[in-house]
Structure formats: structure tokens, C-alpha cells
């Protein structure tokens, strides 16, 4: 064991790097600095909410981080692996003994779709939930609204909007594709129940966008006068541009320790990991879990402790449809779905729940690291076996 204190570095404070810092504050053996842009934790999960003005969708890093994690506003420009350091935006720098990379997911408008970088508004990260929320402000109820991507946000966006008294459209090749048929047919019965129209299948890609109309890819035109994009996600391409190597959407490529197949002294959480090229799917459910991994990952190899090979259970999938309707997707633990469900104003509720649980959750670990457990999930296979099995390299 190291008779000096390991230097953590945290990139990124959204759901899985605020779980890391505190699970490994709880060693004595580490110091923790977590690096994130902004002041204030986003809860990415209520931007839909935000766009309506429902919510703010922020909360204070002082109730969500131990008081012993020291928080550096600023944003990382590249990670100098060979160094250990990492230069920050600011132009200062960081020296680490160990870095977690956890720096999310964002909203992605495709450059191949003419004007819709130009037009659309994304709604991944809370300054674009900023900006929709300011153009729909000035905008008349009467004004249709399109929203493009039938996934979960998709879904949740288009029926706030709804709620809220918007004209709104919902575009997709799909609606709800993850679901089970009874789950999508729970989700689509309450999105038509808020007056929300369905444009699916193939001929329903967007084509292009414009100021007050998109053209779909069978030529049919729609007006819309504020187009929401919710079709994707992307990472940021720090790990790539740093050259470290990725997957092919920029995720950091890891074995099932979470570690850097690059370099043992960098770990991987959340929607930015990819473990043996097999990404969980993009959600706090799986950030929170691979948050306390990682953690746990660098404590162990900073005290030569036994380092475990990542478990994630993904048990549902929980969706609001406005205020007061929600379907809740029971789902395997390997992440695929049963026909069971839950629709309604109960399945409304198990979501707020979700959400709310999912802060307490963070400030239990906050206050008391180590304290976060999750069951154990399915054997994961076709898996890199960690090429560090023995400490720091």
C-alpha cells in the first residue's frame, strides 16, 4: 500500500463523476478534485421540465458532493496520459495519480440533415433547455412545435410540451423502439390523450429544417414553427482528441474494470465508457452504478486492493408523459424488455419517484461513501479482461 495520498481528478459532475468523487472521499488514502463547467449539478433527467419553465432542473453541489471534494470550475481541453496532467480550459493544469473520465453525454443535431444544425433545437445540455425555454416563451400556444426522435426524451419532451398547451408533433421512424408492444402502446394512448400527433416510419426522417417547417424523406412537409431534436446523443471527444482510444461514438474503451485499455492510472464512468466495446445504455440508472465502480476501481489499485469486474442490473425503464402520466418499462436485468408495465398516473408516480431517489441516492453516498449498493447484474459476455490485474502500471 502507498504510504502517500492518491490525487484524484474527476472529469465531469453530472450523475456518474458526482458518485465517483464521493465514493472514493471515503478513503483516507485519496484526495478527490472534481472538474465540471458549471457551478451547479444539472439533472439532465428534468430538462424536459425545464423547457416549460416546470423547473429549473439544477441543484447545489453542496448537497450533493462530500464537503471534502474539491470542486474546480472549469472544463478540460486535453488529458496529457503520458504526464498525468490535465490542462484545463482556463490554461491551468491538474496533476493526477488517477483520473476518472466521466464526462457525459450530450444532445446531437446531425450536420447531414441541411438546417437542422442551423434551425433545431437540441435539448441534451442545460443551456439548449435554456435557449428552447426562451424561444417558446415569446412563441404563440397556436405555433405547431415539431419534436424529432420517438425515444424516451422524445417522448417526454413532446408531452410537456403538450401539457402545456403546444401544438406539437412527434416525428420518428419509431416511437418507443426499446419498449415492449404493451409498453408502446401504453406510451402512444397517452401521448394521442394530450393531443400530441404521431408521424412514424420510414418515410418520417427528417429531411431538412428550416425557421417555420421540416420536409421529411417522403417528401411530406410539416410546419413547425420551434423543432426540438432529440434523435441521438453524442460524447464529448476529449478521450479521442487526447489519444486515447474509443469506440467509434468517442466512449472511452475500457476493460470490465472500467479501466483505460490504454493506460491503467485512467477509469472510466457513465455514458462516456464504453467496457469491452459494450456500452450500458445512456441513463443515470447505469451512471450512478459505474460511477461507484470506478470509484471503487481506483481505491483498489491505489491500495494494491482487488479490483472487481463491472455489474450493472437494468431493471426499468421509467417515462413521463406530462405531469400526470408516465409508463414505467419492466425490463431484464441484461436490459431487455418484459411485456409487463406500468401505465398512468401510477407509472407518473414511480417516475417522480425515480427522480427524486436518484438525488437522495447521491447525497447518502455524499455523506456516508461507500453506502450506495446496487444488486448484482447478468454475466456480461465477450468481455476484455483487464490488463492490469496487478496495481498501477
Not at 412514424?200 to 421529411?216: H, I, K, P, Y
Request: hydrophobic residues 40%; proline residues 5%; aromatic residues 4%.
Amino acid at each position: 500500500m502507498s504510504t502517500t495520498k492518491c490525487r484524484a481528478v474527476v472529469i465531469g459532475g453530472g450523475y456518474a463523476g458526482v458518485m465517483a468523487a464521493n465514493r472514493m472521499q471515503g478513503s483516507a488514502e485519496v484526495d478527490v478534485t472534481l472538474v465540471n463547467p458549471r457551478p451547479v449539478f444539472v439533472e439532465r433527467i428534468r430538462l424536459h421540465q425545464l423547457a416549460i419553465d416546470d423547473d429549473d432542473a439544477i441543484e447545489d453541489y453542496g448537497s450533493l458532493l462530500n464537503p471534502d471534494v474539491e470542486l474546480v470550475v472549469d472544463s478540460a481541453e486535453r488529458i496529457v496520459a503520458s504526464q498525468r496532467r490535465v490542462v484545463l480550459a482556463s490554461g491551468a493544469t491538474l496533476e493526477y495519480d488517477y483520473l476518472v473520465y466521466a464526462v457525459g453525454s450530450t444532445g446531437h443535431v446531425p450536420s447531414a440533415v441541411w438546417g437542422a444544425a442551423e434551425h433545431a433545437y437540441p435539448i441534451g445540455e442545460l443551456e439548449q433547455a435554456q435557449r428552447l425555454r426562451s424561444r417558446l416563451a415569446v412563441l404563440p400556444l397556436s405555433s405547431p412545435v415539431t419534436v424529432v426522435g420517438g425515444g424516451l426524451t422524445g417522448i417526454e419532451t413532446a408531452s410537456e410540451l403538450a401539457e402545456a398547451g403546444r401544438r406539437v408533433t412527434l416525428v420518428s421512424d419509431a416511437i418507443a423502439p426499446t419498449l415492449s408492444t404493451p409498453g408502446r402502446r401504453s406510451v402512444t394512448r397517452q401521448l394521442a390523450a394530450r393531443g400530441v400527433t404521431l408521424v412514424e416510419g420510414s418515410g418520417a426522417a427528417v429531411a431538412a429544417v428550416t425557421g417555420d417547417r421540416l420536409q421529411l424523406a417522403d417528401g411530406r412537409v410539416l410546419p413547425s414553427e420551434v423543432t426540438v431534436w432529440t434523435a441521438g446523443f453524442s460524447v464529448p471527444q476529449l478521450a479521442a482528441s487526447s489519444g486515447l482510444s474509443t469506440d467509434s461514438c468517442g466512449r472511452l474503451l475500457t476493460d470490465e474494470t472500467l479501466t483505460s485499455v490504454d493506460d491503467a492510472r485512467i477509469i472510466a464512468a457513465g455514458d462516456a465508457a464504453a467496457p469491452s466495446d459494450m456500452p450500458f445504455r445512456m441513463s443515470c440508472q447505469s451512471g450512478l452504478p459505474l460511477g461507484a465502480h470506478a470509484g471503487d476501481t481506483v481505491v483498489a489499485r491505489w491500495g494494491s486492493g482487488r479490483v472487481t469486474e463491472v455489474s450493472v442490473p437494468m431493471y426499468a425503464q421509467c417515462i413521463s408523459v406530462g405531469r400526470t402520466g408516465g409508463t414505467v418499462q419492466v425490463q431484464r436485468s441484461d436490459d431487455t424488455p418484459r411485456r409487463l408495465y406500468v401505465g398512468g398516473r401510477a407509472g407518473a408516480l414511480i417516475k417522480e419517484r425515480v427522480c427524486r431517489q436518484t438525488l437522495q441516492w447521491m447525497r447518502g453516498e455524499a455523506r456516508k461513501p461507500g453506502s450506495y449498493r446496487m444488486p448484482k447484474g447478468p454475466e456480461r459476455a465477450g468481455t476484455i479482461a483487464s490488463p492490469h490485474v496487478s496495481g498501477a502500471s
